[in-house]
Each structure stands twice: as C-alpha cells, then as structure tokens.
C-alpha cells in the first residue's frame, strides 16, 4: 500500500496562544489561524493543527497527558485510499469523513486518517558542501553562510510514539505496508511505509500504558547547517532545549529536540538516510551510545578575542 | 561543618515584587549556564522547585525562559511529556511521573528580598 507519511498531526492544546507563538517561531506557517487554532504548514503543505483541547469536534483525548489526537497519513492515490480502508474494514471501524478521508482507531487507542496526500512537490537545493576530491557543490564565489537566511521547514517527517504494547502496534502496521528499518532492543521499531524511502516516518517505544502518546515530532530541514541555525534561533529566543544537537545512529538524521507547549517534544531534522526493500533492519540494544554518533550543547557566542 | 547540621548556601534571587502574582520564573543561582530552579508566586507564598522533571533525570521544565504553568496558572506542567504537578505540593497527578514530586526548595525572604537556601557544593 502506498501510504507516504504523515500529512499532518491533530493536537488538542491547553494554551492556542503559547502553541501558536511556538509553531510560529519554529518555522511553519500559520493558516487560517484563529484564537480557536488552526493549521501550522511546512513548505510542503504537510503541517501540525492545534485547537483547544475543549473543542468539541476533535477526536477524544487519550487519557494521559498527551494532547495528540490524530495522525494523518497521506496516500498515493484514490486506489491506495481503497485498499487501506478494504483492510482495515476487515476488523474495526472506519469512518468516511466529509473530505474524503478515512478515520479508525489503531490497536493501542490513537485515532489515525488516511487521505489522498496533500504534499505538493518540493523542488529545493539541499544544503550544498566543498570536500577536497569531490566536485564542487559550490562554485567560486558562492558564499555557503548567511545570517540572515529564511529557514523553513520543509515536510512533516517523522512521529514518535509512546505505546504500551510495541509488539501489537508494530503489527498493525505492518498490515498497512510499513516496514521495520531498524529496532532498539527495549523501545521499539522504526517503521518506513511503502510510499517513502525515509528511514522511518513512524517509531514506537513501549512505555507503561499511563505514558500513552506521543514523544516527540519533526520537520526535516534543509541540511545540518539549517538545523544549527534554526536551533540556535530557537534557543534565542528563550525555548528550552531538550536535546541536542547531535545526530542518530540509526537513520543518520541530525537531531536538536525541544520541550514544547504541546505536551511533546518537537524536532529540527536534517539528513535522513534512505532504505528501500534490500535493506536488512540492524537491531542493537537501546542505550545513550547507540542512540547517537554524538552530542553536542549549545553555548552563548564565544571566541578567543584579540592576540 | 557542626556535625549533624547541613552547610547551607544563601543565593539572593530576586524581590517579590519582580516576580508576576500567579505566574513562574526560573532562576541560575549557582551560574549553571541555564536555569537549574524555578519559583511559583501565589499572593504573598513563594514555592521553588528544582527545574528537573522526575521522570527523565535532571529534564528542564518550561517550554520556554520561565513558562512552567498551564494556561489556567493552576499547575506546574513539564513541557517535555505534559507532565501536570500540584502548584500546592509538587505532586505529579498526571503524566509519565505520576505519583512521584518535585525537589522542593526552601525559600527565605527578608524584607521581600527572596533568598534560596541551598546545599553547599
């Protein structure tokens, strides 16, 4: 089945003000933004929605403090639109909504959608880098630094969530096409759909059941230059900084993770490895060694001054 | 040292009066390089907390310089996971650390002057 990613998440916020102040400040861009929320685009239309956790047209709430309320995965096509549902009509629920889209409940409680995907087409340089032997990705004169370059995120990539039963969840998806990239032993998988070569859109770490939710989500960025960049802005700014910068083992990504009014970590990402069906999934223990090549922590402006 | 009696460290930390009625600040009163601790301003009670949530050891809070509080201002909430602790006690009642508290700070104040106690290094 051809399912792509993520086209969006759904949160339920205690404070519209705080997340919106947020999003913004993160990078994406505010649509149809009212006090009562709305949606918070990437480049690629893919985006996270807010609205106040009273409104009465979400989906119910988890139970813990997770204020995540809906994933929605985009899909190839119509045909691929039918097959998910023909599937998962198979043993539950799945509601048509007015858009078109599909709605049911995955195995641990989250409420997932499924829509024809509204992801348009990036046409973007990435980040562009000189090393001796290799050609020039930029040529003389081209100057790589800007202070004051416009960084935004590009597509919603990855979602993680906490789940009591890591072994079920991953089942489930499995029956919709995903594939595991690779497994920590003792949190869970990283799971790839049929539709992306990202290493993973989707990795599930079991938790007690109180835990339930989402741990964090990401944008990815245009190299690991935007990344510093934006993170550096971030921390300008007064956000918190959870973790990072630094980058993955598994997947390769750069990662620098912030707290965030939205009861879960958000990410800046960048450089993600690809993996297609001869790939064989790596399973190591999880540990602070294997979940990272290194880290690194932000510090004010420094330099060794004068002579 | 007097055996028996714990060496305490004095650092000033601000005056009641910078401090918002109903609203949080953090605070670095020993040059950390980030804010290590956070005190919540109830009327003329002050209550100050170590910034480290109990469910990931040593886990700054806020989401933002000083946002520790919900949008109703009646609970300390870690941005990390949407932890939610009693402003009263420091109690997680909802969350991944549920059950467990917040390290309570002691406070002293002198003619408004806010003070924490702290152990000597």
């Known amino acids: ?307 | 040292m007097v055996a028996g009696r714990p060496v305490k460290r004095r650092v000033h930390l601000c005056h009641i009066d910078e401090l918002p009625d109903g609203g949080s600040r953090g605070f670095d009163p020993l040059c950390a390089g980030q804010d290590t601790m956070f005190v919540v301003r109830s009327g003329d009670r002050v209550r100050a907390w170590r910034d480290a949530c109990p469910h990931i050891n040593g886990a700054p809070m806020p989401w933002r310089k000083d946002a520790y509080l919900n949008a109703a201002r009646d609970r300390i909430v870690c941005a990390a996971h949407g932890a939610q602790f009693d402003i009263e006690t420091g109690l997680c009642v909802l969350g991944p650390c549920v059950g467990q508290r917040l390290e309570p700070l002691e406070i002293t104040s002198m003619c408004g002057a806010l003070y924490v106690e702290l152990a000597a290094a």
């Open chain 1, 1 to 307: 089945m051809n399912i792509i990613g993520p086209d969006s998440l759904l949160f339920g916020v205690d404070d519209v003000d705080a997340c919106t102040r947020y999003l913004c400040d993160y990078g994406l861009e505010p649509v149809g933004v009212t006090a009562a929320g709305g949606a918070f685009e990437a480049l690629d239309g893919t985006s996270v929605i807010i609205r106040h956790k009273d409104d009465a047209g979400l989906p119910p709430a988890l139970g813990t403090a997770s204020m995540l309320r809906k994933t929605v995965y985009g899909v190839a096509d119509g045909a691929t639109l039918a097959a998910v549902g023909a599937e998962l009509r198979r043993d539950r629920e799945v509601r048509t909504l007015g858009d078109g889209s599909l709605e049911c409940v995955d195995d641990m409680g989250f409420v997932i959608g499924f829509q024809v995907t509204v992801r348009r087409t990036l046409d973007l340089p990435g980040e562009r880098i000189n090393a001796p032997g290799a050609p020039a990705q930029r040529p003389a004169n081209r100057v790589a630094v800007d202070e004051n370059a416009v960084i935004r995120p590009r597509t919603l990539s990855h979602v993680v969530y906490f789940v009591p039963d890591a072994a079920a969840a991953e089942a489930f998806y499995l029956r919709l096409g995903f594939r595991c990239t690779d497994r920590f032993l003792g949190a869970g998988p990283f799971l790839r759909p049929a539709g992306s070569l990202d290493h993973h859109c989707l990795f599930l770490i079991q938790t007690p059941p109180f835990m339930k939710g989402c741990e964090h989500f990401t944008f990815h960025l245009g190299g690991p230059t935007e990344l510093m960049q934006a993170g550096t802005r971030f921390v300008n700014r007064g956000y918190q900084s959870f973790w990072g910068p630094g980058r993955h083992k598994f997947g390769s990504n750069w990662f620098w993770y912030f707290n965030s009014p939205l009861s879960c970590h958000v990410e800046y990402d960048a450089d993600m490895d690809l993996h297609d069906e001869s790939w064989t999934a790596r399973e190591v223990p999880i540990s602070a060694d294997a979940s990272q090549l290194f880290l690194f922590a932000h510090r004010e402006k420094w330099s060794p001054g004068g002579p």
